[in-house]
């Protein structure tokens, strides 16, 4: 299965980033100092979207982690931080689109438009290593790079799944390199859970 890649050119914080006030009083994530690095990034499967990551940052200190890994989700005009309201808000957002494969297709197609409708890219070609062109699409910031892998999950039939063993969300199905219905999100925790199994069985034996 192919598709259309997109590509998202960015900047991540080099001193990390940090919970702070605006000067209205709001929570927001600010980096540290303003030095930054560029960073690409660039979906051509659903492996490990990075939309899974936000999904997955839950905590404060994995919000700060996946800023400082990934960027701010929007630097227009250059800005430094993020409301921390906001952040939450596209977390949100981008987990409901993860969930619409679930739903039957009248209500997948019309709640998944409304989610989609403010996200803007840019159609380019690029040159393949072969000398071939290939259209390439381009993200604007990291809100709508994010918002293009979780439309091409609903396009695949991707689920949304909870690891059994560490609880972490991931996806199952086409492109995610994992077959639907697993259980484990990774073979980590896979062999984990069959250690665990394995010990209980010789509890058990043990107190019979
Ligand atoms: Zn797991």
Request: hydrophobic residues 40%; contains cysteine; glycine residues 6%.
């Amino acid at each position: 299965m192919q598709i259309t890649p997109i590509q998202l050119t960015w900047a991540r914080p080099v001193d990390g980033v940090k919970f702070a006030e605006s000067a209205t009083g709001n929570p927001i994530l600010e980096y540290v100092t303003e030095r930054e690095h560029p960073v690409q990034h660039r979906l051509s499967n659903l492996e490990d979207p990075t939309a899974m990551r936000l999904v997955n940052a839950t905590t404060n200190d994995a919000l700060l982690a996946f800023v400082g890994r990934f960027g701010l989700l929007d630097r227009s005009g250059g800005q430094r931080h993020n409301f921390v309201g906001t952040i939450g808000y596209h977390r949100d957002q981008i987990t409901e689109l993860l969930t619409m494969t679930a739903l039957p297709p009248d209500e997948r197609i019309g709640r998944s438009n409304a989610l989609l409708q403010y996200t803007v890219f840019k159609p380019t070609f690029e040159m393949t290593t072969q000398g071939q062109q290939r259209l390439v699409l381009l993200a604007e910031n990291l809100v709508d790079f994010m918002f293009y892998e979780c439309a091409v999950a609903i396009d695949v039939g991707a689920v949304l799944s909870a690891c059994e063993h560490c609880n972490l969300k991931f996806l199952t199905g086409p492109l995610t390199g994992r077959r639907s219905h697993a259980k484990y999100c990774s073979d980590r925790c896979r062999v984990a859970a069959m250690r665990t199994r394995r010990s209980k069985n010789v509890a058990a034996e043990e107190v019979r």
